[in-house]
């Protein structure tokens, strides 16, 4: 296979930042390419968009050295890596428009011989789209969905798989799945991830890697719905969930998940509906269970009304807005939407804690809804809801929450 020198990284969120970065301290030469210009002009300044864990340190060094920049259009190289975001439309159909803007974007810059890989979570065939878009926009160069081993372009689909808290050491231990168009173009994906993942590699085609993917977060997700479902019950009679769980985790084949207020994210909430739109028929269990995760944070402001309403004068505090435990990131959080009904309930004050924020979202920007620092809100209220596990919250004064009423989301207080 052909040297790497070069590689284009399009796409720097949460995924292509950190694995250009990564590349880039590897001595590879890496562009990075974003449409947002802000988040071009950050990252040559040496400063990641979002908080992760060593990120900021390892993207000033690559920057620094000169093997990352970033730039608003695509450049030729060796090797194209696509990490741009897959979200649902509103009908939970995949919206795969900004995966044909970046191949639009790089089909200009591609010579023979250069490997694409798709790293954006995707429906099943969208690998086989991309290519075929391609295709019809460069005549002039072959792809594997047309002269499959002979082909001048390889194309395979490596879906990311990394942990929101830990991308940087996931990013290079996890093992990686390489669903190559062909057996050449999966071999060259290999080579190029070698340079970078200590993970094993496992090969096999584009189609069972992208619903690999899928199948990932699905059963994250149906085994958090079997929680939450657990904890409706739970509830029902009284019965403490988490000790319940506890006691039932103790069988030796029984490992069941966390019930939370819900499951938030930009990846599990999605990618269960991909396999629900390629398989409405029979994908019941997955359809359930991302219903029964959607409903649970309206249960939650259910609970919180309820107790509210039998205060004389309540002071609701809320502990935690992100979508889950010391990340910033606020992205489809339950804890956001339950915040945004309980406000609509008009319940009285209401009291929001979130140390990784400065100012309310959007959305929350409302006359009953106040940003307060942790132990300011907890002096003020009488009821407090724990809806993040931040390491910051877990060692709450117990005699402070003694005087006050608790709803517990999720069972660490
Ligand atoms: N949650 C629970 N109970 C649990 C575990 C999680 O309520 O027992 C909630 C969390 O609070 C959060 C949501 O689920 O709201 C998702 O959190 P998560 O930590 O399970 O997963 P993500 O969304 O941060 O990252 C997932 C990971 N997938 C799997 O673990 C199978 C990650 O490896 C993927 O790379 C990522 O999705 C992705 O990008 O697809």
């Known amino acids: 296979m052909k ?11 949460y995924i292509g930042l950190p694995t250009a970065a990564v590349f880039a301290g590897k001595g590879i030469d890496v562009v990075g390419v974003d449409t947002r210009k802000d988040l071009v ?3 040559n300044q040496g400063r990641p968009h979002f908080g992760e864990p060593n990120l900021d340190t390892l993207v000033r060094r690559v920057v620094e050295d000169k093997k990352l920049r970033a730039t608003m259009t695509p450049e030729p190289a060796d090797a194209f890596l696509i990490a741009v975001p897959t979200p649902f439309k509103g009908n939970k159909q995949p919206d795969l428009s900004y995966i044909e803007a970046a ?16 790293e954006s979570t995707s429906p099943i065939g969208a690998t086989e789209m991309m290519t075929n878009l391609l295709a019809g926009l460069r005549k002039d160069l072959s792809f594997p969905t047309q002269l499959g081993e002979l082909s001048d372009i390889r194309v395979a689909h490596c879906p990311e798989r990394v942990l929101p808290g830990r991308i940087l050491e996931e990013v290079v231990n996890n093992a990686r799945i390489i669903g190559g168009m062909t057996r ?16 094993e590699c496992h090969v096999t085609n584009a189609r069972t890697a992208e619903l690999a993917k899928l199948t990932e977060n699905a059963y994250r997700d149906v085994n958090i719905a079997f929680a939450n479902e657990l904890s409706v019950i739970c509830d029902k009679f009284g019965i403490n969930v988490w000790e319940m769980i506890r006691m039932a985790n103790l069988h030796p084949r029984v490992n069941i998940l966390t019930p939370g207020p819900g499951v938030g994210g930009h990846c599990i909430a999605v990618d269960p509906w991909f396999i629900v739109d390629s ?16 409903e649970k944070p309206l249960y939650v402001v259910n609970k919180i009304e309820a107790k509210a309403r039998s205060l004389v004068d309540p002071v609701v505090a809320l502990f935690g807005l992100a979508y889950k435990a010391d990340v910033d990131d606020l992205r489809e959080s339950p804890a956001v939407h339950i915040v945004e009904m309980l406000a609509g309930r008009k319940i009285g ?30 002096a003020q209220a009488n009821l407090a809801v724990l809806l993040v596990d931040h390491s910051a919250f877990l060692h709450v004064d117990r005699d402070v929450l003694k005087d006050k009423f608790v709803i517990d989301t999720r069972g660490v207080w």
């Open 3 to 13: 040297m790497v020198n070069k590689i284009c990284v399009v796409g720097l969120g």
């Open 103 to 118: 191949a639009t974007s790089i089909a200009p810059m591609l010579e023979k011989g250069n490997l694409i890989i798709l």
């Open 349 to 378: 004050k209401i009291l929001v804690v979130e140390p990784h924020i400065s100012e309310l979202p959007s959305e929350l920007k409302l006359e009953n809804v106040t940003l307060m620092d942790f132990d300011m809100a907890l």
């Open 41 to 43: 002009e950050a990252v």
């Open 184 to 199: 050449k173009c999966a071999q060259q994906a290999v080579s190029l991830y070698k340079i970078v993942v200590e993970g």
């Open 279 to 294: 398989a409405p028929q029979d994908a019941r269990l997955i359809r359930a269970a991302r219903m029964i995760n959607d």
